[in-house]
């Protein structure tokens, strides 16, 4: 076998528009939040940067750039500054496995959209959105400072708790799929999304990922009136940047994965013939889930700490138990 | 602990999805109002008619100022932001109908607090709250606006302070003097 540069140039490329599209898309999506957030509340919204306010993350990020970095004096010197980088790292690898779209020809070569097709894709996400927790415990831990502690602490509670609802609403996807491959799942829904076998599995996952990605109203962590900020209340400049990046490029991330599990991925008319269709509408998909998202944050009020457990041990867990023994058993008598 | 028992079961289940759905319609409804936002420095909201802006010294129909240099605007005022210097009348130089007028008048914008206590304490009316409400300066000396600028522009067809007039056609302290109505 002849060798081939573009074998190793390829994958690289995709890593470098992958974390570059994910960084805009978080520059973006701080913007967008913003001007829906403020319609949902009869206002405007920033609108001043450029037309339309599309300036404004270039202007809010040259301020991060420019402001004080700061670092308590009885911090955890090492691993303060290593906190946010474990929080965002995780956040941009985890959509290594995730396809955006069909096979496509680039310069008379044909190119996978996708990172890597991992066979066991599905558990590769589910660990690497884990690993962004530490992150966050680390940064209330070396922040030396009871607020940020009280953050972490909650957000690591939080998150364990709505891990397992999260992990078993991807279950029904697995088991409709017969793969935890993500692109066999997406293919699997070509006749038909799993929304529609799995009601029940898209609504906890919704919820359990509004918990995972700690937005309203599950915000437990960063409860601006209990612990000013919660865990990066300590942090500023880009270290904050980071944390605020990593926090919405994890909401990108899960609504890729939604779109993707439940709603057919890249999948649309004439994708087939027209295969750069399929990122479109990845995209559509995605930014309708992200406006749900804001539309929530916008409407419910943060939910108290403990009724946050309880939902999350006693209401949402044996739902998703629930549902993925119905799932199991209906295939197997199905066949 | 609750006060009120929520109810549980089914019901309860039903009252907080209606609940979430109702919420969650209402904002979704908002998204299609007309935003209530003032684009402020473009577009500007008259203001109440008793708001209490930057202040005026008013002048008769003729031209000359209300204000007779009495300093009570500066005796009633609880932030002490007002200085007050009186000078005399002559019949050659006429500034006000009164005995005396305000040669110095400077309000300290830094200091004052928008109260209108002299408004109040003016015998002749001559200071007034009115609707300027941006008052912004970049340095000290510049936030204390003396006379010339408090005073408002001479009616039309009437003479600038000072006037020349007649001998003994203004003879009182305080002036009595109202503008035709």
Redesign the interface.
């Known amino acids: 076998m002849p060798f081939d540069t573009a074998f190793f140039v390829e994958p690289l490329i995709k890593s470098v528009v992958l974390v570059l599209g994910l960084t805009l898309g978080f520059a973006y999506l701080t913007l967008f939040e913003r001007r829906?957030l403020?319609?949902?509340?009869?206002?405007?919204g920033p609108n001043r940067a450029g037309p339309g306010g599309i300036l404004q993350p270039i202007a809010d990020a040259v301020k991060l750039i420019f402001k004080e970095e700061l670092t308590p004096s009885a911090a955890d010197k090492v691993v303060f500054v290593l906190a946010p980088i474990i929080t965002v790292v995780p956040a941009l690898i985890v959509l290594g496995v995730v396809p955006f779209g069909p096979t496509v020809i680039i310069f008379g070569r044909s190119v996978r959209l996708a990172l890597a097709d991992l066979n066991v894709g599905v558990l590769y996400v589910l660990s690497i959105t884990s690993i962004s927790i530490y992150g966050i415990v680390l940064a209330g831990w070396a922040s030396n400072n009871k607020y940020a502690m009280l953050g972490g602490i909650r957000s690591s509670a939080q998150m364990v708790s709505y891990e397992l609802a999260l992990g078993l609403s991807w279950v029904g996807p697995i088991l409709l799929a017969n793969s935890m491959s993500l692109e066999k799942i997406v293919e699997a829904q070509r006749s038909l999304w799993f929304v529609v076998w799995q009601p029940l599995g898209v609504l906890i996952f919704f919820i359990a990922a509004l918990a995972e990605v700690n937005r309203a109203p599950f915000d437990m962590p960063e409860a601006e009136q209990e612990l000013t900020a919660g865990y990066h209340v300590e942090y500023s400049g880009m270290k904050f940047a980071l944390f605020f990046m990593a926090e919405y490029i994890k909401m990108i991330a899960v609504c890729i994965i939604g779109a993707t599990l439940f709603f057919g991925g890249y999948l649309g008319p004439f994708v087939d013939r027209l295969p750069w269709l399929g990122p479109l509408y990845l995209l559509i998909k995605v930014v309708a889930l992200l406006f749900v998202m804001v539309?929530?944050r916008?409407?419910?009020p943060r939910i108290r700490y403990d009724r946050l457990m309880a939902f999350g041990w006693k209401v949402l867990m044996p739902l998703a138990l629930l549902n993925v023994v119905v799932t199991a058993v209906v295939l197997v008598v199905i066949g | 602990m609750d006060t009120m028992p929520s109810p549980r079961g089914l019901s309860g289940l039903w009252m907080a999805v209606k609940g979430?759905v109702e919420?969650?319609a209402?904002?979704?409804g908002?998204?299609f109002?007309?935003?209530?936002?003032i684009?402020y420095p473009e577009v500007k909201r008259p203001v109440r008619p008793r708001f209490r802006g930057r202040h005026e010294l008013k002048r008769y129909d003729n031209g000359l100022e209300k204000c007779i240099g009495c300093a009570l605007c500066a005796a009633a005022c609880p932030a002490d932001a007002i200085f007050v210097e009186a000078a005399e009348n002559t019949d050659e130089a006429r500034f006000s109908p009164g005995e005396r007028y305000a040669r110095t008048y400077e309000i300290n914008y830094l200091r004052c607090i928008f109260c209108g206590y002299c408004e109040d304490a003016c015998p002749t009316e001559a200071i007034v709250l009115e609707s300027q409400y941006e008052l912004s300066y970049t340095d000290r000396r510049t936030a204390i606006l003396g006379r010339e600028q408090l005073l408002v522009p001479v009616p039309p067809g009437s003479q600038p302070t000072p006037q020349r007039v007649a001998p003994h056609s203004f003879d009182r302290a305080i002036p009595d003097m109202k503008d035709p109505e």
């Open positions: 829906v403020a319609r949902l509340q009869v206002r405007i539309w929530v916008a409407t419910l | 979430i919420g969650l209402t904002t979704l908002m998204m109002e007309r935003p209530v936002t684009a």
